[in-house]
């Protein structure tokens, strides 16, 4: 059966060392998109920062990806950007989904992640009406494993 999401929620990136980070649940998007404040190519690696200064979980840590590809991507303006595109280990539902994320400046959005149809297909039912269902649930689970050891 497949879980409902609402139209945004909080995910885990544990190879990336983030949790409870703000995702969008976006279907018109395809690939899903992972803020990233600066992104080369160091030595055929690509090296990049993800998120901002502004960012309550900004580390500044630096992330080396040997395997990566350069796409052409629409953005939601339809217009098609140059993006990199890694394959890392999203946490939603207490699931580890191993997909694709292209990396883009979303600096001036609100949600540092934007999970697309690619992710969603087949594993979840959008409820435009619900919010933070994965993250609730998470939050429930803690809170027994707490209570049962106390």
Do not use: W
């Amino acid at each position: 059966m497949q879980k409902i999401l609402g139209r945004y929620d909080r995910v885990d990136l544990p190879e990336l060392g983030l949790q409870n980070i703000h995702a969008k649940i976006d279907t018109g998007a395809f690939t899903s998109s992972l803020h990233c404040s600066k992104a080369d190519i160091v030595n055929g690696n690509l090296e990049f920062v993800l998120l901002d200064e502004e960012h309550p979980e900004f580390t500044g840590m630096k992330f080396i990806f040997p395997h990566f590809e350069v796409r052409d991507i629409k953005n939601s303006f339809g217009e098609s950007e140059r993006r990199f595109v890694i394959v890392t280990t999203l946490k939603i539902f207490n699931e580890e989904i191993i997909t694709e994320f292209s990396l883009s400046n979303r600096g001036s959005l609100k949600f540092p992640i934007l999970i697309g149809r690619k992710i969603l297909r087949d594993r979840f039912v959008i409820d435009v009406k619900k919010k933070n269902l994965s993250y609730k649930e998470k939050r429930k689970l803690q809170r027994a494993l707490k209570q049962n050891k106390g």
